[in-house]
């Protein structure tokens, strides 16, 4: 387990989770200048731009991937990783080439594999496989390592000793290595024990020593504070505790609340007591409690909902979802002592009730400090449960165990002043949630929101999807919605389509978050709205931000070029094209995650650029810009030296020929260099 991932106890991605459109777009076009403002989540996520104003742009790096993991991801995976006791074993069996992991929830089965082919071809050679592709038909295509994380059980049944012995002699002759991790309850044939290992975690105590042993390396703890954290881990209480909570993520949350021991002064008990919140025994036990106030209630819902976020976010939100919840009690009887109407319980309603601070003490929750900072355009003063866990717990026990709950949480989201922020936050905490839930309306639910005629509902919906895909089980039934909603007549479907892959599920699936786009598109008769052309554009300036991607997103960019003038598909190809000619792609107030130039496609794409280029001076519609771009650069030396751009004209100029717009420009550009410089009367 790494030491450095997160503590969620839920699935993850070496587990199995369970399985009216508006019209109007007016003014639905978000703004992105210069700075970076948080008014709603100030936690550690993960900022792809350093110039985005709205916090709706965020996006969060996927924990599972179909294609090549970034060497950062991978190193990051396996901060302060403990071997496992099965980890030699695992080693011997991959020496086939193949190993099918068997494990448990939550037990780090994930990391292990990433080890494992770590070891064999560094942090920068693992690709993820679809957890639906049919590996009897899979070819690998390089020497690297391989990893499916959480094989459906409907897929295990394929896998005998016949095809995992093919499997494992193409992955002997490509030089590559495949590790496969299948839950304990899924049936697997009897003749490929062979290649089985059951994953045993290692011991939450060894865990929780690397990481703290890691934080210090890295300065965040001194010698003597990680002395002090070593030797309350080895007391009684944690110990116990550990015995209690033997999966790895225990450990790792043990740390955590050790390093707030000898770092903040936090006491023992107050971490213990923290570690046992999380539980869905203690939601349960506090909602129990606090089911006659619906002002604790509402509360308890709003830190759930919206973790992290700014005390004004939260009690705003609880403001609203409060009287909801009021409505769901019959009347208050009054007092068995009052005998006129002066003396009922409603003469005695305390109407200012208790002040903020002392609501969050009765539900266990508390005020961080103000934060300030240069990203940061005013102070925000986060708020949070005492519990790590416990805001995961409570919104889920909340959700699907209270009749409906869900809908008033909804309608909540629905009415509430929308801060910047919150569609992160609370999309991906309801992704959690709806990924351990159950029966069709899962995904129904996301239905209303996604054909939002606003923006920050629908980028809701898509951190919500791409959370629940993280999960395997729920990964077909995710691209199902998604494939559906591309060819939905109305726009808004369409929007929250691309909106899902600018954001974890298109960088974790960008081959088939591209073709979605391209269905979204699809529409010859249709005129391109501007919604949905933001939404495009922000999806491929997010895909861009990988390289890895560049390649794919050039090539459909360059189709896109060749469809018919008039279709959504050229409209976004000519946009795309004329933004990064004249200035950068998308435009510099546009949302976007990273802006692409003319300049630095020539510079990193030569091949993939020259055609574009070519494409776009054939074009009529994008003739004139591509002209000026090239034209400023090669006016600019800097621009010149680094896109090679006489080597770059001269191949340009040999395919001329058979081009009537590069013709045009080869002779306009003649025509500058030899025309005579004006020179001013004497």
Request: proline share 7%; hydrophobic share 40%.
């Amino acid at each position: 387990m790494s030491a450095g991932s997160g503590t969620d106890t839920g699935p993850g991605p070496d587990d199995e989770g369970r399985p009216g459109p508006g019209n109007s777009f007016r003014d639905n076009r978000q703004r992105v200048d210069q700075g970076l403002a948080i008014m709603g989540g100030v936690m550690g996520d993960v900022f792809f731009g350093t110039s985005d104003e709205n916090t709706s742009e965020r996006i969060r790096k996927p924990r599972l991937r179909e294609g090549p993991y970034p060497a950062e991801d991978v190193r990051a995976r396996l901060h302060g990783f403990v071997e496992p006791p099965t980890h030699t074993r695992c080693r011997k069996v991959l020496d086939g080439h193949l190993l099918v992991l068997r494990a448990g929830s939550g037990t780090g089965a994930g990391t292990a594999a990433f080890a494992l082919l770590e070891e064999r071809y560094g942090a920068d050679g693992i690709t993820g496989l679809d957890s639906q592709d049919d590996l009897s038909r899979w070819i690998p295509k390089e020497r690297r390592g391989y990893l499916l994380q959480g094989l459906p059980p409907e897929a295990a049944g394929s896998l005998g000793e016949v095809a995992l012995t093919g499997l494992a002699a193409l992955l002997r002759r490509t030089g590559a290595h495949l590790v496969v991790t299948v839950r304990m309850e899924t049936a697997l044939p009897g003749d490929t024990v062979p290649w089985q290992v059951t994953h045993r975690p290692p011991p939450p105590a060894e865990v929780a020593v690397k990481y703290l042993r890691a934080k210090a390396e890295a300065g965040e703890l001194t010698a003597g504070q990680e002395a002090e954290a070593l030797r309350h881990l080895a007391s009684p209480d944690f110990t116990g505790h550990l015995d209690a909570h033997p999966l790895p993520g225990d450990g790792v949350a043990v740390a955590e609340g050790l390093r707030d021991l000898v770092v903040a002064g936090k006491s023992a008990a107050a971490v213990l007591d923290d570690l046992r919140t999380g539980s869905p025994a203690a939601a349960r036990k506090a909602l129990a409690e606090a089911r006659d106030r619906a002002d604790l209630i509402s509360l308890m819902a709003a830190i759930s909902l919206l973790p992290d976020q700014d005390r004004t976010v939260v009690e705003r939100f609880s403001a609203v979802l409060r009287p909801h919840i009021d409505g769901r009690v019959g009347p208050v009887p009054a007092s068995a002592g009052g005998s006129g109407p002066g003396e009922g319980a409603a003469a005695r309603h305390d109407v200012l009730g208790p002040a903020f601070e002392d609501r969050l003490a009765a539900v266990g929750a508390r005020l961080l400090p103000t934060r300030y900072g240069a990203a940061l355009r005013y102070p925000v003063q986060p708020v949070v449960f005492s519990g790590r866990h416990r805001s995961d717990a409570l919104l889920r026990t909340l959700w699907l165990e209270y009749e409906g709950m869900a809908e008033l949480l909804w309608k909540s989201l629905d009415e509430a002043p929308h801060h910047p922020g919150v569609e992160l936050a609370a999309g991906e905490a309801i992704g959690k949630v709806l990924a351990r839930a159950t029966g069709p309306d899962t995904l129904r639910q996301l239905h209303p929101f996604a054909g939002s005629d606003k923006r920050w509902r629908r980028r809701l919906v898509a951190n919500a999807l791409g959370e629940m895909v993280q999960y395997p089980a729920l990964t077909g039934a995710v691209r199902e919605q998604l494939r559906q909603w591309s060819r939905a007549a109305p726009v808004a479907l369409r929007c929250t389509v691309a909106e899902t892959c600018g954001g974890s599920y298109g960088l974790a699936r960008p081959a088939a978050a591209l073709r979605l786009l391209d269905t979204a598109v699809d529409r010859a008769d249709e005129k391109l709205e501007v919604p949905l052309r933001t939404a495009v554009s922000f999806a491929l300036s997010a895909l861009l931000s990988e390289d890895s991607n560049h390649t794919l997103v050039l090539d459909l960019l360059r189709e896109w070029q060749g469809a018919a003038p008039g279709t959504p598909r050229h409209g976004l190809a000519v946009h795309a094209v004329e933004s990064m000619s004249k200035a950068s792609f998308p435009l510099p107030k546009a949302p976007g995650v990273r802006r692409v130039r003319l300049a630095d496609l020539l510079a990193a794409h030569p091949a993939r650029a020259h055609g574009l280029v070519v494409a776009g001076l054939d074009d009529p519609a994008t003739h004139e810009a591509v002209a000026a771009g090239l034209f400023l650069i090669e006016g600019d030396p800097e621009l010149r030296r680094r896109t090679a751009f006489p080597r770059f004209l001269a191949g340009l100029a040999a395919d001329a020929r058979n081009h009537r717009g590069i013709q045009r420009f080869v002779l306009r550009h003649h025509r500058a260099r030899t025309a005579p410089t004006e020179r001013p009367a004497s």
